[in-house]
């Protein structure tokens, strides 16, 4: 069984202040995906990263995948309290189509 | 534009009383389906997977059941709730052979009392 491990569990920051979630598992990944969940509602796929070292930016938020597909990480730049929420990474199997989740990082942006 | 849906948003029921959830996607075919639960602000426990019409993958031994009686229909069943059945509810779809991205439905509260 391929396993996630997500860390910090919990963050609580100020407005502006910049951070990074991390994703490691000792398995090989296909494709990792990032999702953003509030409360209440379903995730939302934020990003999908395929080739070992590439980095993908969406606004603010920076996504990287490890050299040997086996971790990630997300950073955050200047975030805003709309960033608050539950970040998820998911990691696809090498074969198949299921996806792997971490146990997500609950992060609260305060004004 | 695809879309997905699920029903009921919020239940509460009785131990030992049966359910029944849905789940529908529309704009696309044959998609991959998933159940998952999900603990208070926790991660995505996968329940059961379907990349077709009658073809159901379980994943964890449980008081649950899933049917796909159609293409983009997928059904979570129980016969009697336990009070452990308690969660959050969500359904996803997925593209068959791209890039494992899932979409997922706006989810189904239960409580079991």
């Known amino acids: 069984t391929q396993l996630l491990e997500q860390s910090p569990q919990f963050l609580s920051i100020q407005e502006g202040e910049n951070l990074t979630v991390y994703c490691n598992s000792s398995s090989v990944f296909s494709s990792l995906q990032w999702y ?6 379903g995730p939302v ?7 070992g070292g590439e980095v993908k930016k ?9 050299d040997a597909r086996k971790d990630s990480s997300l950073h955050i730049t200047a975030a805003q309290p709309g960033d608050t929420g539950l970040y998820l990474c998911a990691g696809r ?7 792997t989740f971490g146990e997500g990082t609950q992060l609260t942006v305060n004004p | 534009s695809q879309t997905i849906h699920q029903w009921p948003a919020t239940l509460v029921q009785p131990v030992g009383s049966p359910l029944s959830l849905e789940c529908t996607v529309e704009g696309t075919s044959n998609p991959n389906l998933y159940w998952y639960r ?14 077709g019409i009658g073809q159901i993958s ?3 031994p449980q008081n649950l059941s899933a049917s796909r009686p159609q293409d983009r229909q997928f059904i979570l069943s129980s016969k009697k709730l336990l009070l452990s059945d308690s969660g959050f509810y969500l359904c996803a779809w997925s593209v068959q ?7 997922f439905g706006p989810g189904t509260r239960l409580t079991v009392t």
């Open chain 1, 58 to 66: 969406l606004k603010r938020l920076t996504f990287q995948f490890g």
């Open chain 1, 36 to 41: 953003r969940q509030e409360p209440g509602e």
């Open chain 2, 38 to 51: 999900q603990a208070a602000g926790r991660g995505l426990q996968l329940l059961f997977y379907s990349v």
């Open chain 2, 97 to 103: 052979l791209a890039g494992g991205e899932q979409y």
């Open chain 1, 45 to 51: 796929l934020l990003v999908t990263v395929v080739t």
């Open chain 2, 58 to 60: 379980s994943e964890v």
């Open chain 1, 93 to 99: 199997e090498t074969s198949g189509s299921r996806l």
